[in-house]
């Protein structure tokens, strides 16, 4: 134990016999009332007496101001150097919680009261004690305790010095020890921080997934575009007008994307600076196909519902899924025949989303487009594995489902989310 940590923890003690004070002199004067005999700041029995009176008070104090657990929290964290750290206090403000708050409240304030006492007092006496061989005025008066020969007084107020110091050690320890299992985390409060983190995943997991989509999608089709105006540079110059004009309306879609999503971040950490709301079938899906057409791939849209009244989470998850979609079929099967039909249901009450593309020769037995991989809906290749579990996630959030596998002609994406 090194000397910082033996005075931050005697510091912690000083602080409990502070607190200390104020019922130690309510108690006086309630004995004073009793007993005008009573005369605490002379007596040390009466001293005691009080002492233990006050006990009982300081451990009621925790039980009536839950607000005691998380000010004790923050010293003890501060100054009793818990061994492995102690966490924040939680807002658990059961009885339970409240009364191990006041088994250790007791405990710092009654040892703090007994450290504070001896600070006070053996100081003095030690420097007396050292002092007197080497005055005289101290070896002739009546000392009462202090009064030993002179020879041994040194060796005593050190060792007086060494106890003092030892028994503040001691209490700090035992104070240190004891504070992670009275003010540590109750069941409560683990189970509040776990939803916490779990609503923190669920968050960032939701975000990588915008990420994924979005930037994923606008990279495959700029990279369709730039192969295929590559391709004809030097005989169609109007195509390659056209692709490029068709890569910049992509990329400015995907950075207005990834500023929404980096806004959001933003938002979460404490900063909320104005940035573009997420995009959504009401008003992005026109734009999106245009996209996806203009990289090549022919798309069939039908879309019979309508789109405005859709809740806005339900649009806004449709959306990445229909990117999402789109975005496998320019990876995995490239700019082939793709049919999209978006339903509401009304015996269900859920929006269908189907998602059909035709496989190029070249991609049967392999990656298929809106499946993007295997039988078991994973991605491969430019997905990492990310999309079809994003968006099968997407659908579970809202309560829907989603599936993606192969059929006669190709590949198929569905997807239902109740409304």
């Known amino acids: 134990m ?9 510091a912690h003690l000083l602080v409990g016999g502070a607190l200390l004070m104020p019922y130690f002199l309510l108690v006086s004067v309630a004995l004073q009332v009793v007993d005008h005999d009573v005369d605490t700041f002379r007596s040390p029995a009466w001293q005691v007496t009080a002492y233990l009176l006050a006990l009982p008070l300081v451990a009621v104090t925790p039980l009536v101001f839950p607000m005691v657990r998380t000010l004790e929290t923050s010293a003890a964290q501060a100054l009793c150097r818990v061994p492995g750290g102690l966490p924040p206090a939680g807002r658990d403000r059961s009885w339970p919680a409240r009364r191990r708050t006041a088994g250790w409240f007791t405990l710092h304030v ?41 020879w041994i007084a040194p060796p005593l107020g050190l060792a007086l010095l060494a106890a003092l110091t030892a028994a503040a050690a001691a209490a700090g320890l035992l104070l240190a020890r004891a504070a992670p299992a009275l003010l540590g985390p109750t069941p409560a409060d683990r189970l509040a921080a776990a939803e916490e983190r779990a609503a923190d995943l669920a968050r960032r997991n939701r975000l990588a997934r915008d990420l994924h989509d979005s930037v994923g999608h606008a990279l495959s089709a700029v990279t369709l ?10 005989r169609d110059p109007e195509f390659v007008r056209e692709a490029l004009a068709a890569i910049e309306g992509t990329t400015r879609s995907a950075v207005a994307e990834l500023d929404t999503v980096l806004g959001l971040l933003r938002q979460e950490d404490g900063d909320a600076p104005g940035h573009a709301p997420a995009p959504d079938l009401a008003r992005d899906l026109d734009a999106l196909l245009a996209r996806t057409r ?24 449709a959306y990445r899924i229909v990117q999402e979609g789109l975005g496998n079929v320019l990876r995995h099967a490239g700019p082939v025949p793709v049919r999209l039909r978006i339903t509401v249901a009304d015996e269900s009450g859920e929006l269908r989303i189907v998602l059909e593309n035709d496989v190029a020769e070249t991609a049967r037995g392999t990656d298929g487009g809106a499946g993007g991989g295997t039988d078991r809906g994973t991605d491969r290749g430019a997905g990492g594995g990310r999309g079809l579990h994003g968006v099968a996630e997407r659908a579970r959030l809202l309560g829907g489902s989603a599936a993606a596998g192969p059929y006669e002609q190709g590949w198929r994406l569905t997807a239902r989310l109740p409304l």
Not at 2 to 8: C, H, I, P, Q, Y
Not at 294 to 317: C, F, H, K, M, N
């Open 2 to 10: 090194s000397a910082a940590v033996v005075r931050l923890r005697w």
């Open 225 to 234: 575009q730039a192969g295929a105006a590559r391709r004809v540079f030097d």
């Open 294 to 317: 203009a990289a090549g791939a022919a798309v069939r849209a039908r879309v019979e519902a309508d789109t405005a009244a859709l809740p806005g989470p339900v649009s806004r998850e």
């Open 110 to 150: 009654g040892l703090g009261a007994l450290v504070s006492g001896a600070t006070l007092a053996v100081p003095p006496m030690a420097v007396v004690l050292l002092a007197t061989p080497f005055w005289s005025a101290l070896r002739e008066r009546d000392r009462g305790l202090l009064a030993v020969p002179a």
